[in-house]
C-alpha cells in the first residue's frame, strides 16, 4: 500500500466578501506546523459563490509558508490563455520554491452558456484543453516554442524563468468521462477527483484509470490519485450530518433532489474515528493523497485531524 499525503483546504469563501486574512494565515501555519502534505484551493470565475480567486491567493500563500505544497484542484483551463498561465504559474513555482501542484479541467462542458461567459464555444473546450497543456509544457521546457495549432501560433517564443520543478510544474487532470481519464494517464502528471463526486464514483474512475494505464504501459505509481472529502468531526454525528446537510443544501440542492443520499456518500462525519473510517475506505480504492475539507472550526477541525485521523488512516493501509 502506498504512501498516503494528506491535504488542506485553504480558506476560501468568505460570505460577506471581506476576506479573513487573519484565518488564512492562521490556517496555514498551522497546516505546515502539523505536517499535511499540501494546501489547496478551488477556481471559480464567475458565478454566485463568493469565492477568491485561486492562483492570486496560492501566490499570498506560497508567501505565508515554505514546506507545504499549494496546489489548485482544478482550474478550469479551456477558458484561460495557456501562455498567460504558464507564466503565472511558473512564477508561482519560482516564489514558492518549487511548491506549486496544478490541477487543471475542462469545466462544465455539457453547459454550452458557461463557455460563451469566456467568448469561447463548449465544442471548443477539449481542443482547447489538449492544446493548450502542449503549448506550456513547451514554454516550460524548451527554449523557444514553435506551434501552428489551431488556437495557438508561437514562432520562436520563449518564456523565462523556467519552473523550478523539473521538468515542469506537474499537472494534475480532473474529470470523470472515461476521455477525460484515459487523457489524464496519457498525459498528466496526477488525478485528481473532485469533492462532489461519490466515493461509488471515485472507485469506478479508479478501475478506469489502472485499465487505461495498463493499456499504456504506464506504471500506476507514477501517476498519484488525489481526492476531495468533505469533514465534519464531531462526538455527536448527528449535530455533525445536520451542519453538512444544511451547507450542501444551500450550495448543491439540485444534487440532493437527484440523490437523497448525495451528502452521505461525499462527506465523512462524526467521531475522528467516524472520520477515519471514511477516509480509510478512500486509501483502500487507491487515494494517494486525501484532501480532507473541513466546513467548519477549521483549525480544530485540522488539529483533530493531525492527532487522531491520519495515524489511524495510515496505521489501518
Not at 463568493?50 to 509558508?65: F, V
Not at 484542484?73 to 477558458?79: G, K, Q, R, T
Request: proline share 6%; with cysteine.
Amino acid at each position: 500500500m502506498p504512501h498516503i499525503d494528506f491535504g488542506f483546504p485553504i480558506p476560501q469563501v468568505f460570505l460577506d466578501g471581506q476576506a479573513d486574512l487573519d484565518l488564512v494565515r492562521r490556517t496555514l501555519a498551522l497546516g505546515e506546523r502539523l505536517g499535511f502534505h499540501s494546501a489547496w484551493v478551488q477556481d471559480q470565475v464567475a458565478g454566485d459563490v463568493p469565492l477568491h480567486e485561486s492562483l492570486t491567493l496560492l501566490s499570498y500563500a506560497s508567501a505565508l509558508t515554505t514546506r507545504v505544497q499549494l496546489g489548485v484542484s482544478v482550474l478550469v483551463f479551456p477558458i484561460r490563455n495557456a501562455v498567460h498561465v504558464a507564466k503565472i504559474v511558473g512564477t508561482l513555482d519560482n516564489l514558492s520554491a518549487g511548491r506549486i501542484i496544478l490541477g487543471i479541467g475542462l469545466g462544465h462542458v455539457m453547459a454550452p452558456g458557461f463557455f460563451r461567459t469566456y467568448g469561447i464555444e463548449s465544442t471548443e473546450a477539449v481542443r482547447r484543453f489538449n492544446e493548450g497543456v502542449r503549448v506550456m509544457k513547451s514554454l516550460w521546457t524548451e527554449p523557444v516554442t514553435n506551434i501552428e495549432g489551431e488556437f495557438y501560433q508561437l514562432k520562436q517564443t520563449g518564456m523565462w524563468p523556467k519552473p523550478v520543478q523539473k521538468p515542469h510544474v506537474p499537472l494534475w487532470f480532473g474529470g470523470q468521462h472515461p476521455d477525460a481519464l484515459r487523457r489524464a494517464v496519457k498525459y498528466a502528471d496526477g488525478y485528481t477527483c473532485a469533492g462532489p463526486n461519490t466515493t461509488d464514483h471515485f472507485a469506478d474512475f479508479v478501475v478506469q484509470i489502472r485499465r487505461f494505464l495498463d493499456e499504456e504501459g504506464r506504471d500506476p505509481a507514477t501517476l498519484p490519485l488525489s481526492k476531495r472529502v468533505y469533514i465534519g468531526i464531531d462526538d455527536n454525528a448527528e449535530r455533525a450530518k445536520r451542519r453538512l446537510d444544511e451547507f450542501f443544501q444551500a450550495r448543491y440542492p439540485w444534487q440532493i433532489e437527484r440523490n437523497p443520499d448525495f451528502v452521505a456518500d461525499i462527506c465523512a462525519w462524526g467521531s475522528t474515528a467516524q472520520v477515519a473510517e471514511g477516509l480509510r475506505r478512500l486509501a483502500k480504492i487507491g487515494a494517494t493523497t486525501i484532501i480532507a475539507n473541513p466546513l467548519w472550526d477549521f483549525e480544530e477541525q485540522l488539529e483533530a485531524l493531525a492527532a487522531e485521523v491520519i495515524p489511524a488512516v495510515r496505521s489501518a493501509v
